[in-house]
């Protein structure tokens, strides 16, 4: 008879990877079921001319030494297990407009940014301490993300309610100031009309406490919590894809693969978006208001990105982030007309093991809405299963990068003479590697008026089948750490698993 695991958890993101460290640090057998060679899913690097290139983390915050991500990734042996840069202190993340000469700088550090923010902008030095003061009690209304153990996830539900944009434009009149405020607003990819507040503060606040990048790409962090997965018994299965999940008197019992393989479990873990997750349940089980109303929550937008190998010795490596906008509004715009794209550009140059003066690569990275691809979504393209999607589709690259590109020259005129080659992921890129419909950057989007509708509980209508990820808390390296907590205390208890990690991590408050 086929084994029977406590848990099969389907998909290897990095909630998937931390769900299977806990439960196995548990002492539960578990098995993980990932549909691409490359585990980690957003978590996996792409090499070029020996290049190593980040797909879908740039930068993470909180991880100065005792901060809170920093206790968590101890846990998980991620802060000795990976290899770390902290971004530059001064001016990590870098703002510029167009037709503006000025570069504002975010600093790291609350003081360190106030004092930066009021010598740019000297009449509102009170609205900028008013912004530190409030991003701070907003943050602090998360417990979890304190490693604070706490039966209640929002110490007051009221912050919930209030909006990122509303809050900066009740700061000040001074409109460039509240541009600069929001202007590393990708992080979060919402639209100022849904924006939550405490969306805003939480990625803000983490970054103050410790912006640091992995060196030698994301995946590392994948590698080492795999490797705890397997040091604690657990079993990871590549390039097994979950078709669907069998079910009997309203539980699951298996999940089923595309090779026609079947892993039986007491309990499911779904690390795949749930609209993708409820879509592998037979029709007559995912009936009814909750599928229904899960499943018609609106997804943040997609990305465009554009890889680019420098020539040696020819870009210098930057270690910080640069924000380029070129409109007015800093917050997603997902009604973007085609010939304005892009409003807004991020250029990071990724840190690698021989990294010195120079950049080996940089990325420059926009939204990009999936209808823009919407003539080539019949195709697909993945290592496992390979595809071109036509040459049209090359063409349609080719054209995005270049704006990309001459965007990017607004603030490196020089930009173009230091390319060597370009290399592009788009919304299907996403949609094909993640799962999800339309490649979305972070998944459902949260909206400030009603904020409770966002937060997706783990257990579902279905008893045995849980969910975790970035759908579930907050996206990023810190939201999908406290969904993996949020999951696994469902079986070990929220007090065990936040004492166990408080111990481990060597740090008592
Ligand atoms: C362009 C971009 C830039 C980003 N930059 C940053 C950043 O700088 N800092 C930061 O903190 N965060 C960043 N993020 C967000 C962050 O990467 C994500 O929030 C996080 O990695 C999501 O993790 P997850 O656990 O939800 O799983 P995901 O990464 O969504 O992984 C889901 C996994 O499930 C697998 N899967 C799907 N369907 C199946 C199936 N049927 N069978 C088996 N397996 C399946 C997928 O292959 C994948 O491995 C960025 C995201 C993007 C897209």
Redesign the pocket.
Known sequence: MAQQFDFVI???????LQCGYILADFGFSVCI????HQL????QVFAREKTVFD??????GGLDHGQDLYRYFSYFGLMDGVKWKRLDSEGFDRITFSGDPQTYHHDQGWDAFVQRLTAHFPSEKDAIAQYRDTIEQVAANFPMDRLEYSDTDHLDPGLLYLSASEFINGLTGNERLRDVLAGSSLLHAATAERCPLFVHALTTNGYMHGAWRCVDGGSQIAKVLAKGVHGRGGIIHRR???THLRTDGGRITSAVCADGREFSARNFIS??HPK?TFDLLPPGVRKGPYFKRITSLPNSLS?F?AHIVCRPGSFPFLNHNHYHHRSSNVFAQPDYKVEDWPLIMMLSTPASSRTGEFADGMTL?SYMRSSEVALWADTHNTIVQPGYRGEDYEEFKRDRTERLIAAAEEIFPDIRSCIQSVHCTTPLT?RD???TDDGS??GLEKDFRSPLRTFIPPHTKVSNLYLT??NINL???A??TISSVLTCSSFVGRKELIGRIRSQSNETR
Not at 10 to 16: E, F, I, K, N, R
Not at 40 to 43: A, E, T
Not at 55 to 60: E, K, R, S, W
């Open positions: 389907l998909g290897s993101g990095l909630g998937g079921l990932e549909k691409n980690g899913g957003c978590l797909t879908g983390v740039h930068y993470i097994t894809e979950v690390n795949i993708n990305s990105s990275l996403f590697y993640i799962g950057m972070y990820g970035q996206h990023g390296m939201g999908v």
